[in-house]
């Protein structure tokens, strides 16, 4: 298959190195061609030590480097089969860039993007074929992270969906089909780990090493909240909680915190600026944690209910089924465990009683249960 790749950042260079390691013939174009060559270096050392670690033969290397050519037109993706593009998060340079190139590939090339938070719906309707326009959303790093969303939107056909799952399958992936609504899947399930975390810090109830600690030692997370939100960049992490929040219309289960606000006006972004919620200048102190069992159990049932009440809240409108909803937090994000399978472990109606419990104390809408959660609780009695 010939694969085009637009935007050789982060995510570009990622989905490049995964489409040629499955064997596809890939054109890899960037507007910069400083990025481009950054691209070019950085895959070139990501192969070298592959071959280092006895992961990848020399032979093998050498072929998938060959299967990646750095283009330095849009027009050499005129073959292309499929055009990924990964591109800035901006709608006008986006749909600029798919009317632009509609002008040069085929009738039958499946264009995807990336796009983290914009519709895809609006993307299709930038092209002259809306019909063959798909998100397919990679995770960060894409050549590690098995989950990939695949958005239809309203305007997209059967076979442009069909086709695009199955190309993602055959990458070594795991697809899921998700809705066309703010976040997908992972973007929008997982903001209650953030948020939750933010909220209790806000209220004074724990510190962030404590509620780091709360959610690794009771629920398994490998990262606490603020530990990842840190690792992943306030900027990045703001912005989609915003972008989320605003897409549904202010629904405060969604809100963003000034506290991580401030983080970003500070510029404390996390690990890339060696200061975000916590210090990683080489003399930082390490902060202290309270281990209080009763505290931390809290923290955990707290965040964790809010995360299973999101699960069935995107179960409820439809946004996938209950298999790929767990599927996405455990291969997306690596959470521990699904989210709907965990509430049933526990129990749903225990889950019920802790968001009753929650909005009782608050009177705050972000704590209503899904209706879907209270079904599901019955029908599990
Ligand atoms: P990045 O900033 O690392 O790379 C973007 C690249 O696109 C740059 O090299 C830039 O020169 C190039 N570019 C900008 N405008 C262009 C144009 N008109 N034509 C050709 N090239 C152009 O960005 P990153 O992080 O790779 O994100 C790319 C897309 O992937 C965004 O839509 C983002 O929302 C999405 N995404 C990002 C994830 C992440 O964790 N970074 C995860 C999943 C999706």
Request: proline share 4%.
């Amino acid at each position: 298959m010939i694969v085009g790749v637009i935007g050789s950042g982060t995510m570009g260079s990622g989905i490049a190195q995964v489409a040629a390691t499955a064997g596809c013939k890939v054109f890899l174009f960037d507007e910069s061609a400083i990025a481009l060559q950054k691209a070019e270096s950085r895959l070139q050392s990501t192969f070298s030590s592959l071959v280092e670690k006895g992961k990848l033969s020399f032979e093998k290397s050498a072929e998938i480097r060959s299967n990646i050519q750095y283009a330095s037109s849009l027009q050499e993706l005129k073959n292309a089969e499929l055009v990924i593009e990964a591109i800035v998060e901006n709608k006008e340079i986006k749909a600029k860039l798919f009317s632009n190139l509609e002008q040069i590939v085929s009738n039958d090339c499946i264009l995807a993007s990336n796009t983290s938070s914009l519709s895809i719906a609006s993307l299709a309707a930038s092209c002259k074929k809306p019909e063959r326009f798909i998100g397919i959303h990679f995770f960060n790093p894409a050549p590690l992270m098995a989950l990939v969303e695949i958005i239809p939107a309203v305007q997209t056909s059967e076979i442009v969906m069909t086709k695009a799952f199955y190309t993602i399958k055959a990458w070594g992936k795991i697809p899921v089909k998700a809705r066309d609504t703010p976040g997908f899947i992972v973007n929008r399930v997982a903001r209650p780990f953030y948020g939750e975390a933010l909220r209790i810090f806000d209220e004074g109830l724990a510190d962030m090493p404590t509620i780091d600690w709360a959610m690794k030692t009771f629920g398994g997370f490998k990262m606490g909240p603020f530990e990842l939100m840190d690792f992943i960049g306030n900027d990045v992490n703001f912005t989609v909680t915003e972008t989320v929040f605003h897409s549904f219309f202010c629904d405060p289960r969604y809100m963003p915190s000034f506290t991580q606000k401030r983080m970003v006006e500070a510029g404390y972004l996390g690990r890339k600026t060696g200061r975000g919620f916590y210090d990683y200048s080489p003399n930082a102190i390490k902060p202290s944690v309270d281990e209080d069992p009763d505290l931390g159990k809290m923290i955990f049932d707290r965040t964790l209910a809010m995360l299973i009440n999101e699960a069935a809240e995107a179960l409820h409108y439809g946004i996938a089924s209950t298999e790929d909803i767990d599927l996405a937090m455990t291969k997306g994000v690596n959470y521990p465990k699904g989210l709907l399978n965990w509430g049933k472990e526990i129990g749903l109606q225990t889950i019920v009683n802790q968001m009753d419990n929650l909005f009782e104390e608050y009177h705050d809408p972000r704590y209503r249960a899904s209706s879907k959660l209270r079904k599901m609780a019955t029908e599990c009695a």
